[in-house]
């Protein structure tokens, strides 16, 4: 592993939760003289627009960018000119040609009135100044968006600090708080309409700062700088996990000690019955911490235990302790031995099909977190706080497993993982692999431009890095038009086994063009590969092109950092390199039954349901 | 030199982007491209916060150059021996 990764995860440590302007600006001065690739960092060129003075949240954000796994190239538009820069086609904001563009407009800045004179305003004149500034800044961003790819970020609206109204703010029909709540609701709309666009909710941030520490009146006045310098860290991590989650950089695996984590007290000390763990201090900052980690199983997060225990006395912890809310159908791994925890941690990363960069790990003991760091930098290690009262705070403002939209699946993947796991075993006990794939005894259902699974669809092209054949990006919005249009269609596949529903696990979107289907999206989740199930795939959608007329079915492929390992999957099913450009590979095959592409493996049995979504 | 000091050349040569050397009490904004209002508020609020004190608008604007910022600290009881 790279020093440069090392470097990167002892300055992520030291920096902490709080980290001052000082500490932010030391820290980026040396994470700039980093080798980006060495470190596993994506450059990301920034447009920043501002209704304010942003000059002092740049340091904050690109070095909480940096502590997110990203090296962000900023350009900063002088502030105020927001609605310039995005019309201009020579703007400044063009000429650095930005992959995202964060449109960081304060509604106090655009339409003050609503924040500073809205006791004065009749129901008319505020339907009026909120019509103006959607106008303006509505328009201003669909044309932007006719000339630009970028992803758009989008601040939403805080609430005020001090309502105008006064006591009568919690009961009046037309308070500032439903106004702004509108115009909130109205930004959502924009962003789906827009597409590529997503909220930062920094109204989240700032009630979770406390808005009369976040408007800091004395910069605000003096600099037109509202953040206060306290909360720059905060509203940088509010960007940067937007960021996180629209590049499949979201983290999908907690990894757990348990030995004054998940409880109080050394089990093989004190035994079973003297752990701390109840509904009275200290055992309920353990609880605590174990309902925030059930929270994050419960919308997808993978849950692994790494300790350094008897395995038999953890395992009864989790079986039979009463006061536990953790228990074993929630932990895909056990981790449990003498062994060091790097080494377990690789050993859950192979056996769940997840990068190791993907992972967080939580310990109280200083040796191990810098063990972890030492040995395995691309885990993101947290060693807890002295006090177990602060531990569910440490493990909530992680901000980082986020998804955009949490799905059926989302809810459902932690246990997918578990038996994902029991599978793994059943390969080991299988004595070759004919009788394995036989004994899993797998159905697949595919779906046409089905509604139902849209928003999964959109989410496995956000988080799906490695099987995906093209790594292009597609909100549902994105999807659903893919969906409706006449000359493409989606198809989701639902992968069923004898240990469970897998989900939606593969996507393809194949278009039509003239004589050619082509796999414009091709993509699958790791944790099912290696079962027949992406040749399966293939060899349908290939014997449904032939039956609606096609002559050759073409498999584009964009090679990316993550994607290599599969670089080889469509000639591995039997298709020929037609040609390549040095970003994009075609490969080809014709549609006809001697074609090896379309010969079905065979041990999965197939089910098509059609979307009501287009009747065609 | 002590510890507080060190601090203040820290901040000043961290925002600025000069060598810890260069700063002296003597030196002002004139003299170093960096020092713009935006960095005079850096350094301000850094100061502000490294040493736990809150200046006033007033006291960031009456301070002209880095002794100015010593002297502004140990009026609010930052020690400088």
Known sequence: MSDERRILADITAELGATPTALATTKAQRKLDALNADAAGLLERRVGVLASFTFDMLVPPLRTRAYTDGFRFDVYNAPYGQYLQELVNPASGLASHQPEIVLVAVRLQDACPELYYGFNSLTAERIDAICGQFQADLGGALRGFRSRSHARILLTNYEQPVYASLGLAEATAELSQGAVIGRMNAWLRSLADEIGAAYIVDIDQVAARCGHARWDNAKMRLLARAPIAPDCAWDYAGAVTRVVRAISGRAKKVLALDCDNTLWGGVLGDVGIEGIHLGHDYPGNAFRALQMRALELFHRGVVLVVASKNELSNVKQVFETHPEMVLRPEHIAFFGVNWEPKPGNLRRAAEVLNLGLDSFVFLDDHEVECAMMREMAPEVLTVQMPGDPADYEHTLARLDCFDNLTISAEDRQRGAMYKQEAERAELRQGATDLDTFYHGLEMRAIMARNDAAGLARAAQLTQRTNQFNMTTIRRTESDVLALMNAADSDVVTMRLVDRFGDNGIVGMAIVTREGDDAVLDTFLMSCRVLGRTVEQTLVAWLGREAMARGAKRLVGRYIPTKKNTPFGKFYESVGMTLESDSGETQLWVCPLDEASPTLRLPGYIDIEVQEGATRTS | ?81
């Open chain 2, 1 to 81: 030199m002590s510890a507080n000091r060190d601090k203040v050349v820290e901040i000043i040569s961290t925002l600025l982007e000069i060598p810890e050397s260069h700063v002296t009490d003597d030196l002002a904004p004139g003299a170093v491209e960096h020092w713009d209002s935006i960095n005079h508020l850096n350094i301000c609020v850094a100061a502000g916060q490294e040493f736990g004190v809150d200046l006033s608008a007033e006291e960031m604007a009456g301070i002209g150059r880095v002794g100015d910022l010593v002297k502004t600290l140990a009026a609010k009881g930052v020690e400088f021996k």
